[in-house]
């Protein structure tokens, strides 16, 4: 049997570290923002008529609970807001908010900083080689 390297533990180090670094700018900044709550944000922008709390999810492969909890402290916040699908109360989409739009102006300098940080001494054929190794080792998962 071939031996496999411990990578969860690698990746989950690595994380680990890129979310500290932001959270670290994020409070450098005086902008009271969590990683997760910014990949939500991330999502939403661009998309003046707002996305479904299930598209959402999907999109950032978190599930839905954690999902409607990101949103409703991202609303609590005035960045986002629930709107009612026209034709459907029941459904809502999320909308960026101008506090949102302005927060995210805001942290986008830094996120590309915290990016290139993490990518000091890569180049891009390594970017194309750890995305090509990491959707393999997902693919193995959903076989």
Known sequence: ??????????????VKALRS??????????????PE?????????????????????????????????????LCKKGYTDRLPFEGDRRRHKVILTEAGREVIDRVLPEVQS????GWQGLDHKDLSDL????????ANYLE
Not at 21 to 34: E, H
Not at 42 to 67: F, H, W
């Open 131 to 138: 995305k090509r190794i990491l959707n393999t080792i997902y």
């Open 21 to 34: 670094d932001l959270n670290q700018r994020f409070k450098s900044l005086n902008i009271d923002l969590t």
């Open 37 to 73: 709550q910014w990949l939500l944000l991330n999502r939403l922008n661009g998309c003046d008529e707002g996305l479904s709390q299930n598209q959402i999810a999907d999109d950032t492969y978190k599930d839905a609970p954690t999902v409607s909890r990101i949103i409703d402290l």
């Open 1 to 14: 049997m071939k031996e496999v390297p411990a990578f969860g533990y690698i990746m989950d180090r690595a």
């Open 114 to 117: 915290n990016r290139d940080k």
